[in-house]
T-cell receptor, first 113, second 114 residues
Framework: AQSVTQLGSHVSVSEGALVLLRCNYS??????LFWYVQYPNQGLQLLLK??????LVKGINGFEAEFKKSETSFHLTKPSAHMSDAAEYFC???????????FGGGTRVLVKP | EADIYQTPRYLVIGTGKKITLECSQT?????MYWYQQDPGMELHLIHY???????EKGDLSSESTVSRIRTEHFPLTLESARPSHTSQYLC?????????????FGPGTRLTVL
C-alpha cells in the first residue's frame, strides 16, 4: 500500500524567505510523485510531477522538488516566498494501476509581510 | 477552452433530500474521479471511472453513487442527504496511458446538509 506523510500541517514564512514543505512517501514500486496547490475555494492545481526522468523537478511559480530515494522524500522548495504563495499544498503518490493518487494531509502556508 | 466544471459550487440542503452534484469535462479524458475533502484535511477517493459504463468505488466508503453514461459527464448522487455528508466534493479527470498521469481538478462543490 502507498502512503504519504506531510510534516507540519501549518508553515509560516516571511515574504522573501525560503519555503520548505516536507513530504515522505511509502511505495512498494518506483513512485510517481506529485505536488498540488489549492487556493481557497478552488480545486487543486498541479505544481510539479516526478516520473523518474530527473531527481530535481522544476514546477510552476518558481517551485521545485527533489526526489531522494534513500530518504523516501520529495520535499518542495521555493527560494523566495511571495504573498500569492499563501495556500494549501498537497503531496501525492500515484499508482499506475488505475491512475489513482493517494494524498497527504496537506500543509497550509501563511506568508507574512 | 478545455476545462472541468462542477455545479453547483455551493449547496445547502435539508436532511433527507436527494441531491446530484454535476461534473463535466471538455478535455476528452477517459478517466474521472470523485474525492471528498473535509476542511483542512486530505482528499479521499470515493469513486472513479475508466470510461463509459465503468465505475468503481474508491478507498473511502461513501453512500453516494455515480454514473458514467457519457465520456464527459460524471454525476454524483446522494439519495438521502444527512449532516454527515457535509463536506467538499472535488471532481477530477485524467488521460489514459502509461504511468500515472496528472489529474485535473474542478473547483469543487461545498455541500452543507442541515
Amino acid at each position: 500500500a502507498q502512503s504519504v506523510t506531510q510534516l507540519g500541517s501549518h508553515v509560516s514564512v516571511s515574504e522573501g524567505a525560503l519555503v520548505l514543505l516536507r513530504c515522505n512517501y511509502s511505495s512498494s514500486v518506483p513512485p510517481y510523485l506529485f505536488w498540488y496547490v489549492q487556493y481557497p475555494n478552488q480545486g487543486l492545481q498541479l505544481l510539479l510531477k516526478y516520473t523518474s526522468a530527473a531527481t530535481l523537478v522544476k514546477g510552476i511559480n518558481g517551485f521545485e522538488a527533489e526526489f531522494k530515494k534513500s530518504e523516501t522524500s520529495f520535499h518542495l522548495t521555493k527560494p523566495s516566498a511571495h504573498m500569492s504563495d499563501a495556500a494549501e499544498y498537497f503531496c501525492a503518490v500515484g499508482k499506475a494501476a488505475g491512475n489513482k493518487l493517494t494524498f497527504g494531509g496537506g500543509t497550509r502556508v501563511l506568508v507574512k509581510p | 477552452e478545455a476545462d472541468i466544471y462542477q455545479t453547483p459550487r455551493y449547496l445547502v440542503i435539508g436532511t433527507g433530500k436527494k441531491i446530484t452534484l454535476e461534473c463535466s469535462q471538455t478535455m476528452g479524458h477517459d478517466k474521472m474521479y470523485w474525492y471528498q475533502q473535509d476542511p483542512g484535511m486530505e482528499l479521499h477517493l470515493i469513486h472513479y471511472s475508466y470510461g463509459v459504463n465503468s465505475t468503481e468505488k474508491g478507498d473511502l466508503s461513501s453512500e453516494s453513487t455515480v454514473s458514467r453514461i457519457r465520456t464527459e459527464h460524471f454525476p454524483l448522487t446522494l439519495e438521502s442527504a444527512r449532516p454527515s455528508h457535509t463536506s467538499q466534493y472535488l471532481c477530477a479527470s485524467s488521460e489514459s496511458g502509461r504511468g500515472v498521469n496528472e489529474q485535473f481538478f474542478g473547483p469543487g462543490t461545498r455541500l452543507t446538509v442541515l
